[in-house]
């Protein structure tokens, strides 16, 4: 260390930075002529205090590989977006508290002493956007509160409370806790020149630099939170920030280790994005003191199986205090992150009589006294829909499609079997159609052997039957358990899915509907369909057999829609369709006569409609939700299924429905009475 009478003349001139900036050893670094000239010159000519916060963020992610942000799951913030969630969380209290306290000095001086004390804490901060904008606008709130104080006492001293040693943050990339460090700083300067402006020569200079609390290198799921901020039960402490949002099937062995550590006791936690475990820490965190906390999130951990999975064990602490509908997210970086999201804000149950708000897409501003975990009003917020194998609401059974499990010997393409069909005589009468999710909204089939247990002894000593049957029996005798039993048997289905319960039915009068398993998110309605008794549905897809079409005019309602998007989850970003879940599970009212025919008309013109225009599903139904390039759905088709809409709708309710909240908001009530007389 070098002393301070040993320290060189030209050196003195610069101040002391302290500040913990330069603690670790930095490489030497060699400039050019040139490059040196660069640097010195644009130190002269940028003007610090102009510049956007969140320019390092998007700069960072711009320089971050493709790679390494796709790994992490990076998703950089802009203001607006920060903002809703520290409004909500403190913010918008803080000047509600200040509008009130005005004209009174003791209130106001109460107000900065509650605000000195706070502390907040990014546990995945990346760039520091949300430290740096919380930050900013605390200082301005002071700068606000000093100006009222000066027309009560004409004070002119306005030293500032608030200090970065106030702020928190840890972040797995080494260079981006130095880019937040660095971040605050300047935050610190501009709010120091920002008073200057306002009040004149009152200025905290900038240097020496203060400290910041803890910006912390390191796995926010392997570190112990309270180590980093300690908090005692009435401290006033926020959580907030923007985490991975990588789904199940991203993670690595890394991230599912992690997942393990934090979650290995709740039961089925191999099911919940990555960002699930952020949400927990946050309720261990906080619960049982004054500490809230808010996340910015995917959508998908409040539908389908997540929010049993999740939410069940953080509700027996905590409670949703404000929620932001589902979003497209938008920011500054080089990469947009397209993708929808929602913003949830958590506070302990020991936090009574809280003003709880639902914000949707549209800014209207709810307030509400219980928030679901599908982020609706609701009176039970503990009503979360199970899965169940036993249909709650009458409706005939589904189940998935036939499964053949035969190493490709069963099936063949569309061409090789018509080549098949010219080539043997009465082989269509065990040649059938199969019919997948993908080969329904796509328009295309294949083809399958299908021969009843009667039939076998007639077709066993054809050519080509009883080489296929062979291979079968060769490759099923190599699994295990159901498969290999049926390796003597290799003309039978491993799983018929009720299809041949279906053929053996005597004067069936219904329909054979099939309900694609997965299907893109971009479309308004998931088409589903009929077939006829030569096709088999397969396992791809879900099949409700001898069904009245009325059910599929059901199913494919808005309503319907509301329960499969919220309820059903998604596979990735797909609708994923499931019996347990989503159909079984569906309320549906008491229908006339009358309005069964009714429906059954509307979907039987639907059906004419898909005819008369000709094309694929795909073709026909588009892609106008998506967020590039989106294709429009066939008008004509989609005005029938407005008119469909209608009429399922009002046999839920006798007056128009607001939007899709109030839809589900209703559906979730008629659960509620269905698992009731169940129960």
């Known amino acids: 260390k070098i002393r301070p009478e040993d320290t060189p003349a030209w050196l ?3 101040p002391y930075v302290n500040g913990q900036l330069f603690t670790e050893q930095h490489t030497n670094v060699v400039f050019s002529k040139k490059s040196r000239n660069l640097i010195i010159e644009a130190g002269e000519l940028i003007g610090w205090d102009k510049v956007n916060p969140d320019i390092l963020g998007s700069m960072l992610q711009a320089v971050a590989s493709e790679d390494k942000r796709s790994h992490l799951g990076m998703h950089y913030t802009s203001v607006p977006n920060i903002m809703k969630v520290i409004n909500p969380l403190f913010l918008d209290d803080l000047h509600e508290e200040f509008e009130k306290a005005k004209g009174n000095e003791t209130k106001l001086n109460n107000l900065l002493e509650r605000m000195r004390k706070m502390k907040f804490m990014d546990p995945a901060c990346g760039s520091g956007n949300f430290l740096i904008i919380t930050y ?18 004409n ?5 500032p409370t608030i200090d970065l040693g106030q702020f928190y943050g840890i972040e797995i990339e080494d260079f981006a806790v130095d880019v937040t460090r660095l971040s605050l700083y300047i935050a610190d300067h501009q709010m120091n020149l920002e008073l200057k402006r306002r009040y004149g020569d009152y200025l905290r200079e900038t240097l020496p630099l203060h400290k910041v609390g803890d910006i912390r290198c390191g796995n926010a799921l392997r570190l112990n939170w309270n180590e980093i901020l300690p908090h005692e039960k009435d401290d006033e402490v926020y959580l907030f920030g923007n985490p991975p949002y990588l789904g199940a099937s ?11 550590f934090v979650l290995g006791k709740v039961k089925g936690y191999k099911k919940l994005d990555f960002i699930a475990a952020w949400f927990y820490l946050g309720m261990e965190y906080c619960k049982e003191t004054k500490a809230r906390y808010a996340f910015v999130t995917t959508n998908s951990i409040c539908q389908g199986e997540q929010v049993n999975l999740l939410w069940t064990p953080i509700l027996k602490f905590m409670q949703i205090i404000f929620a932001y509908q589902s979003f497209k997210w938008a920011n500054n970086a080089k990469r947009n992150a ?6 949830i804000g958590i506070s302990s149950r020991n936090e009574k009589n809280i003003e709880k708000r639902i914000y949707s897409i549209n800014n209207y501003i709810k307030k509400v006294k219980i928030i679901s975990p599908y982020l609706i009003e609701t009176e039970n917020e503990s009503l979360i829909v199970e899965n169940t194998k036993k249909t709650l609401n009458k409706l005939p059974l589904m189940s998935k499609g036939s499964s053949p499990t035969d190493g490709g010997y069963l099936l063949m393409s569309d ?3 018509k080549t098949v069909l010219e080539k043997y ?3 269509n009468d065990i040649l059938k159609k199969y019919v997948g999710s993908k080969e329904f909204i796509n328009g295309y089939y294949r083809y399958t052997i299908w021969i009843a247990d009667d039939d076998i002894k007639t077709w066993k000593n054809n050519k080509f039957i009883s080489e296929r049957l062979k291979k079968i029996t060769e490759y099923r005798d190599k699994k295990k358990g159901t498969v290999k039993k049926l390796a003597d048997k290799p003309w039978k289905y491993v799983s018929q899915g009720r299809f041949s319960e279906t053929l053996s039915k005597k004067n069936r009068t219904g329909y054979n509907i099939i309900v694609p398993r997965v299907s893109s998110e971009n479309r308004i309605y998931v088409p589903m369909g009929t077939v006829d008794d030569n096709t088999v549905i397969s396992d791809s897809a879900m099949a409700i057999y001898d069904a009245p079409l009325w059910l599929l005019g059901l199913l494919e309602s808005r309503m319907h829609m509301v329960w499969l998007e919220n309820v059903g989850g998604k596979l990735e970003t797909r609708y994923r369709y499931s019996a347990g879940l989503v159909y079984n599970t569906f309320p549906v009212p008491e229908l006339s006569t009358r309005r069964k025919n009714e429906i059954e008309e509307l979907i039987g013109n639907i059906l004419d409609i898909r005819e008369e225009e000709g094309g694929t599903l795909a073709e026909l139904y588009g892609s106008p939700l998506a967020a590039k390039n989106p294709k429009p759905m066939n008008p004509r088709l989609l005005e029938a299924h407005k008119e469909l809409d209608k009429v399922v709708d009002r046999a839920y309710k006798s007056t128009d429905f607001k939007d899709d909240n109030e839809r589900l908001a209703l559906l979730l ?11």
């Open 12 to 14: 003195r001139k610069f």
């Open 136 to 153: 900013k606008e605390l200082r301005r709130l002071e700068m606000d509160i000093f100006e009222e104080l000066g027309k009560i006492n």
């Open 155 to 159: 004070s002119t001293m306005y030293v």
């Open 250 to 260: 991203g993670q690595n062995q890394d991230q599912k280790k992690d997942m393990e």
């Open 338 to 343: 397209g993708v929808t999201v929602v913003i």
């Open 415 to 417: 061409e090789e079997g």
């Open 425 to 427: 005589d009465g082989i």
């Open 669 to 679: 009530n008629m659960y509620s009475e269905m698992v009731n007389k169940k129960g």
